[in-house]
């Protein structure tokens, strides 16, 4: 079993920049051919969103069209871990971010498609 952390999460004024980071313990990931790390987010009454994701080798990246040229996920495979610099950040990006991950060759942008999940970081952008 795969368990994933999150942290960095916080209140930050529009405009701001977080980064969060997301660690794997457990079975490690890298007992896996290939897997996917991806960053979902929850904001109150509405459904989990994908934000981003990556593959572990191949340099494969996916990100949401509204977070794009703002948002940047990477990862350190030695860590077992994965990185979401958010810079630019406006009000509708306050939510609870979730770092998934899963065994596979592709980057899926619905929950479903994710294994392990993470408990979540709060993240308040205020205007």
């Known amino acids: 079993q795969v368990q994933l952390v999150e942290s960095g999460g916080g209140l930050v004024q529009a405009g701001g920049s977080l980064r969060l980071s997301c660690a794997a313990s457990g079975r490690t990931l890298s007992s896996y051919v290939m897997y996917v790390m991806g960053w979902f987010r929850q904001a109150p009454g509405k459904e989990r969103e994908f934000v981003a994701g990556i593959r572990r080798s191949g340099g494969i990246t996916r990100y949401t069209d509204s977070v794009k040229g703002r948002f940047t996920i990477s990862r350190d495979n030695a860590k077992n871990a994965v990185y979401l610099q958010m810079n630019s950040l406006k009000p509708e990006d306050t939510g609870v971010y979730y770092c998934?991950?899963?065994?596979?060759?592709?980057?899926?942008?619905?929950?479903?498609?994710?294994?392990?999940w993470g408990q979540g970081t709060q993240v308040t952008v205020s205007s």
């Open positions: 998934a991950a899963h065994p596979s060759w592709v980057v899926g942008v619905t929950p479903a498609g994710y294994d392990y």
